[in-house]
């Protein structure tokens, strides 16, 4: 009878040993997961920076063109209004640039968003794999005391 108890626990601490084994490996690959995330949130965190100085950058030339050219009053003439039209295509496509670059910022944000929500539900998972792996490790102790 003291036989079969010892089988019994040695099984028991095998069982216990693969089950640390295992969730070990998925806390490695949630921890891996999530190091993955947050280096696509810096790279992502970093092309919004950019994004967002070139915006401003396209904003800035666009109005130097208007107050450029808002002054030129004694030119006038077919010549003139063909500028003037010109002007006017070229800031047409400044502002075409500057609201492309709106929705360029806007995904990229939403990337980021989508990428720590990712993480943070990631947690979750991390956090009760860690609880198991410590229910599991007091359950290998009790065993072995």
């Not at 036989?3 to 490695?28: A, G, L, V, Y």
């Not at 107050?67 to 502002?95: H, M, P, V």
Request: proline fraction near 0%; charged fraction near 30%; include cysteine.
């Amino acid at each position: 009878m003291a036989e079969n108890k010892t089988k019994n626990n040695e099984e028991q601490i095998n069982s216990t040993k693969k089950e640390i084994k295992n969730t070990q490996e998925s806390i490695n690959a949630e921890t891996e997961n999530i190091n993955n995330l947050q280096s696509e949130i810096e790279v992502l965190e970093g092309l919004k920076t950019r994004l967002k100085n070139e915006k401003e950058e396209i904003k800035s030339q666009k109005k130097q063109l208007e107050n450029r050219y808002a002054t030129a009053t004694e030119w006038r003439g077919d010549q003139y209004n063909g500028f003037l039209g010109q002007i006017s295509i070229l800031q047409s496509e400044y502002e075409s640039a500057y609201n492309r670059a709106d929705v360029l910022l806007d995904s990229i944000c939403d990337e980021i968003t989508r990428r720590k929500n990712d993480i943070n539900s990631s947690e979750g998972i991390l956090g009760w794999l860690k609880s198991k792996m410590n229910d599991l490790a007091n359950t290998l102790e009790t065993l072995t005391n």
